[in-house]
């Protein structure tokens, strides 16, 4: 029961709820106020100063090169047309992947390349919520469909130099925006590998091949689960395809695959 004092103000315990609310509303507008001065809010591409935080500018938004439909149903890559059904593309028909499907939220060029540059060589994280929301848009589809989120892993001495794993931190950012629960120790790297840039298909796929493992006592994780693998950037699908063999091996229902960007004339990994 609520009582009024001569006022008219409420009493009881609601009015004290609604008096820690308030000051809870407060300190977070206070608190917001204080890190923005310490840190004031810049574009993540130019770093230009804007009104709010992990976003870009109108100029940098421009150069920014999205992937919108029309586009192949298995790969992900733009097409040129829309029949209003399902597409696949001649790549996929040419060399299907191992995993059942895949979607990026831009392409690999311009700006998104700089940005990942930055995230993956720089260590550079300040766009990272910017990059979660776009992989939860361009991969709508593919969270619904999946049981469980997994990170293509870095091999150990890579992770030791770095000191971070970019595609743990996607994954980490769909997870917090979506929901969805996430496997970060499901997956390993069994050995190291040669860096993928300027290898060819073949070449990729030789290079991952065997180079994935789901970790011991790690097999409940994934087995009769939709997987969805996140990377950083596809370029020929040799590595998504190399740790999703890995995964169904291990019982997966199926694997599906969300990049920042895809990469080359071949669109289908890093």
């Given at each position: ?35 923005d ?42 097409l ?7 597409l ?16 990026a ?5 311009g700006l ?55 595609s ?73 395809s ?7 091996r291990?019982?997966?229902a ?11 004339d ?5």
């Amino acid at each position: 029961m609520e009582f009024q004092d001569t006022t008219g103000a409420p009493q009881g315990p609601a009015a004290s709820d609604q008096r820690q609310h308030a000051g809870l509303a407060l300190l977070r507008r206070f608190t917001k106020t204080v890190a923005d001065v310490i840190l004031p809010p810049s574009c993540v591409g130019c770093q230009s100063r804007l009104a709010g935080h992990d976003t870009l500018c109108p100029a940098c938004w421009r150069q920014i090169d999205f992937i919108r439909a029309p586009l192949c149903d298995t790969l992900g890559i733009p097409l040129p047309y829309d029949t209003g059904a399902p597409l696949i593309s001649a790549a996929a028909v040419a060399h299907p992947p191992d995993f059942g499907r895949a979607r990026a939220a831009g392409l690999y060029s311009g700006l998104l390349r700089d940005m990942i540059h930055d995230l993956k060589y720089r260590d550079t994280h300040h766009g990272r919520r910017l990059f979660g929301r776009w992989l939860a848009e361009a991969g709508r589809e593919l969270i619904a469909d999946c049981d469980v989120i997994v990170a293509i892993p870095l091999a150990r001495r890579r992770m030791l130099i770095r000191r971070f794993n970019q595609s743990q931190i996607l994954a980490h950012e769909v997870a917090r925006l979506t929901g969805k629960p996430s496997a970060p120790l499901a997956l390993v790297r069994t050995r190291a590998t040669r860096s993928q840039v300027g290898l060819s298909r073949g070449e990729r796929e030789r290079n991952v091949s065997g180079a994935f493992a789901v970790r011991p006592g790690q097999t409940a994780q994934i087995a009769g689960k939709a997987i969805l693998l996140i990377d950083d950037v596809i370029t020929t699908g040799a590595t998504a395809s190399a740790a999703a063999r890995v995964l169904k091996r291990a019982g997966a229902a199926r694997v599906d695959v969300l990049a920042l960007a895809i990469a080359g004339d071949t669109p289908v990994s890093s």
